[in-house]
């Protein structure tokens, strides 16, 4: 009930082509839902985030589609660029003080030019 | 924004030896910071919660005397990987949670022991 199950594991796109990468949870008690990036040797970024009274967000080419009823979300990177080319974490917290982010196994994106 | 500081980014040491990596909230007071340890291809495994003046909480499975994890104040915490062996190299990175609902990840520390 903890986990956030994430897919695909790998995903190549065309430049300028929509990446799309899904999460899907069963903990209804989890009430924020970010979206990391990172790259090799180094630590995740924040990318985007949403909490669960929201459909959707969006920032810049990159936009969370959330659905509450079916406990899934999505990231939706528009016009996908090489330098998008890094591994996606879905992630997920139960709003508790001290808690940690659940995350994803992660999707490797290679967008090729 | 928040941002968080680790070091060293690297560090190679000899197998029983001990290492400590630093982490630190620069623009910001945490008083809760996480540890997770990433395997190649894999995803970030949460190794433990470090509450400013209190003891570490750990996960499952993972050896509390080996990883010691200090947090003396509300912008460092500290993990000391101790009497390290090879299968303990890996990537760790910390993490803290920020003024409003983000986590802000520090830039990771490669270990590697021989």
């Known amino acids: 009930q903890q986990q956030v199950k994430q897919s695909p594991q790998s995903l190549i796109v065309q430049k300028g082509g929509i990446s799309i990468i899904n999460c899907a949870y069963e903990?209804?008690?989890?009430?924020?839902f970010p979206w990391y990036q990172q790259f090799p040797g180094k630590g995740p970024a924040l990318l985007i985030a949403?909490?669960?009274?929201?459909s959707e967000k969006k920032e810049g080419r990159f936009t969370i589609s959330f659905n509450k009823s079916a406990k899934q979300f999505s990231l939706h990177i528009m016009d996908s660029q090489p330098g998008d080319s890094a591994t996606y974490f879905c992630?997920?917290?139960?709003?508790?003080?001290?808690?940690?982010?659940?995350f994803g196994k992660g999707t490797t994106l290679s967008v090729s030019s | 924004g928040a941002v968080v500081s680790q070091h060293p980014s690297r560090v190679i040491c000899k197998s029983g030896t001990s290492v400590k990596i630093e982490c630190r909230s620069l623009?910001?007071?945490?008083?809760?910071m996480f540890w997770y340890r990433q395997f190649p291809k894999q995803s970030l495994m949460l190794m433990a919660t470090?509450?400013?003046?209190?003891?570490?909480?750990?996960e499952q499975g993972v050896e509390k005397d080996k990883f010691l994890i200090n947090h003396a104040s509300l912008t460092l915490s500290t993990l000391t990987v101790t009497s390290a062996h090879p299968e303990d190299s890996s990537f760790y990175i910390c993490?803290?949670?920020?003024?409003?609902?983000?986590?802000?990840f520090g830039s990771g520390t490669r270990l590697t022991v021989v």
């Open positions: 992630a997920a917290r139960i709003n508790q003080a001290g808690t940690a982010l659940i």
């Open positions: 623009d910001f007071q945490a008083t809760t």
């Open positions: 993490s803290a949670r920020d003024m409003g609902d983000g986590y802000t």
């Open positions: 903990n209804t008690a989890f009430d924020y």
């Open positions: 470090s509450n400013e003046g209190s003891k570490a909480t750990y």
């Open positions: 949403i909490r669960p009274d929201v």
